[in-house]
């Protein structure tokens, strides 16, 4: 008798042959695209984030530059002031007890970086007081004896350095820097040399510092208050 066979799905896509080479094919094709373009994409992700930590490692150094040249100004002018200071504390102590030659002497250290020079007596007590920005009389004088400006030198023989403030009149930034008057003979302290100097100019070295607009340059004090900023509107936040 005569059969008749009916060849299944499968068996009818195999006789055609194509479709199946062609899946093959796109699947090998893909598989080649992906492991030549897989080693490129790591490349280009290493490459990228070598130049990403470069640069940054760039700008950080040159942010260390900018502080350490900024730090070598300040710490520069503050060692000028502090042996301005020292040289007239000794001079104070060599006339001991003549006040109208220790004022002269105040006199002359007066200038624009000072906001006032006072010299205090080994019991604490305002003697002379020389203000830029306030009228002193006898009256406005007083006795000092608990602050740390005073007790700190006086018991140490050695330079007390104040925190950052801001002038209650000026507005400006200041510190205290106080050293001890020793007497020349038995080389004990007798007073003590008090100077609130003027912290402003710090102001003119950011502002002349700055090279570029989009440069932000500033200090800040140890009550995370804005000292100067190359945006002077910021300062006093």
Not at 17 to 30: D, E, H, T, V
Not at 148 to 171: A, D, K
Not at 189 to 208: D, P, Q
Request: with cysteine; hydrophobic share 35%; charged share 20%.
């Amino acid at each position: 008798g005569h059969r008749t066979y009916h060849s299944s799905p499968y068996h009818q896509y195999c006789r055609q042959g194509y479709p199946l080479k062609q899946s093959i094919r796109q699947r090998l094709a893909y598989t080649l695209v992906g492991l030549a373009i897989g080693p490129l994409l790591c490349a280009g992700i290493v490459l990228c984030w070598q130049s990403y930590s470069s640069q940054k490692q760039q700008a950080i150094q040159y942010q260390q530059e900018i502080v350490f040249r900024f730090a070598l100004q300040l710490t520069e002018y503050i060692n000028q002031l502090q042996n301005k200071i020292q040289v007239t504390a000794r001079i104070l102590g060599a006339y001991s007890g003549h006040g109208q030659q220790q004022e002269m002497i105040l006199a002359t250290l007066e200038s624009g970086k000072f906001n006032d020079l006072t010299l205090i007596d080994a019991g604490g007590q305002e003697i002379k007081r020389i203000s830029r920005l306030e009228i002193v009389n006898k009256e406005s004088l007083k006795n000092v004896a608990k602050e740390q400006y005073f007790s700190i030198p006086m018991r140490s023989q050695e330079t007390y350095f104040g925190p950052v403030l801001f002038h209650n009149i000026s507005r400006e930034p200041s510190m205290i820097i106080s050293h001890p008057v020793l007497d020349l003979l038995s080389g004990k302290s007798n007073g003590v040399l008090r100077a609130e100097i003027r912290l402003k100019s710090f102001w003119k070295l950011i502002e002349e510092g700055k090279k570029d607009e989009n440069q932000q340059i500033f200090i800040v004090g140890s009550k995370n208050h804005v000292i100067a900023h190359s945006n002077p509107s910021l300062v006093l936040k």
